[in-house]
């Protein structure tokens, strides 16, 4: 059975990098089939789609993110990862990571940025 | 962007009894292939979300038959027959159709009155 698991820090700085990864064991990462999601809530909102990419490294961003978002996909390790630059305050959210169709969505994880 | 407007933004709903929730899309969700690519979630809270439907009116593994969906075109409906305690939380439909970016609709919180 596919399962998704967010990693990384819960704080980070206003101003810096916020960097997470998302393990995918149970299924591959490799198939062509499916792009691979990163998704995000900010407490007492709603659901923001950031961007999503595929195995070979082709992405999406949502433009409104788009000029501070990376994704980037390690076939090998089996995980993928976003970058989001320039933080601020209403970056924090729990950040979730998920299979494409939204079908297999991880536990999510909790990103405060403050100082 | 693709828009989605949800309505009500608050459902109180006693058990037992049927509750719906509206979601319309600012353009058509009719793909160039054919399909209709919207999506409902649900959230309860400390939880990940759920995909109940997909494809407008596919229910998921393991979704109860008390859950459908249907629609078309820019209007959709998520209905709940006979709602239970369980079904408390915060529903979101999703167009899937343009990437452009993908977006949520601001959800519906379904409570028990």
């Known amino acids: 059975q596919l399962q998704l698991q967010e990693s990384g820090p819960g704080l980070v700085k206003p101003s810096e990098t916020l960097s997470l990864n998302c393990s995918v064991s149970?299924?591959?990462?490799?198939?062509?089939?499916?792009?691979w999601a990163w998704i995000r809530q900010p407490p007492g909102k709603g659901l923001e789609w950031i961007g999503s990419?595929?195995?070979?490294?082709?992405?999406y961003y949502n433009p409104s993110l788009k000029s501070r978002v990376t994704i980037s996909v390690d076939t090998s390790k089996k995980k993928f990862s976003l970058k989001l630059s320039s933080v601020t305050a209403t970056d924090t959210a729990v950040y979730y990571c998920?299979?494409?169709?939204?079908?297999?969505w991880g536990q999510g994880t909790t990103v405060t940025v403050s100082s | 962007d693709i828009v989605m407007t949800q309505s009500p933004l608050s459902l109180p709903v006693t058990l037992g009894q049927p509750a719906s929730i509206s979601c319309r899309s600012s353009q058509s969700l009719v793909h160039s292939d054919g399909n209709t690519y919207l999506n409902w979630f649900q959230l309860r809270p400390g939880q990940s979300p759920r995909r109940l439907i997909y494809k407008v009116s596919n229910r998921d593994s393991g979704v109860p038959d008390r859950f459908s969906g249907s629609g078309s075109g820019t209007d959709f409906t998520l209905k709940i027959s006979r709602v239970e305690a369980e079904d408390v939380g915060v529903y979101y439909c999703m167009q899937g159709t343009n990437w452009h970016p993908l977006t949520f609709g601001g959800g519906t919180k379904v409570e028990i009155k």
């Open positions: 998920a299979r494409q169709g939204m079908d297999v």
């Open positions: 149970g299924g591959s990462i490799s198939s062509s089939t499916y792009y």
């Open positions: 990419i595929d195995y070979s490294g082709s992405t």
